[in-house]
């Protein structure tokens, strides 16, 4: 599966960006979805996981009240709202696949990747 990402951008703390992830392939009801982020010199993180249902959620504990993760599966579309921003949330955000059982957090658990999209927070 061929992962696009998109949505990211300039705004201001306290403001809010939708990201998007269209998917290729006729089998992304099946895979559970992770959206994950990277800032300079750090390490990747997860910031949210889906379920392939969507019936299952996961949120780092930075982003938990603040950000929402979501699927369409008939459009193949997976979707990050963020809301009430912090500069500390600035870093490249990816989404990727996971096939499983059940969702997991952990990068090294994820299949195919995305190339990325910036998110830029200022204070």
């Known amino acids: 599966v061929q992962l696009q990402a998109s949505g990211g951008g300039l705004v201001q703390a306290g403001g809010s960006l939708r990201l998007s992830c269209a998917a290729s392939g006729r089998t992304f009801n099946s895979y559970h979805m992770g959206w994950f982020r990277q800032a300079p010199g ?3 993180e997860s910031v949210a996981a889906i379920s392939a249902s969507g019936m299952t959620t996961n949120y780092a504990d930075s982003v938990k009240g603040r950000f929402t993760i979501s699927r369409d599966n008939a459009k193949k579309m997976v979707y990050l ?3 009430s921003l912090k500069p500390e949330d600035t870093a ?28 830029t927070v200022s204070s």
């Open 92 to 119: 490249v955000y990816f989404c990727a696949t996971r096939s499983g059982p059940v969702i997991r957090t952990a990068p090294y658990e994820y299949d195919s990747w995305g190339q990325g999209t910036q998110v």
């Open 42 to 44: 750090k390490e990747r």
């Open 81 to 83: 709202q963020m809301n």
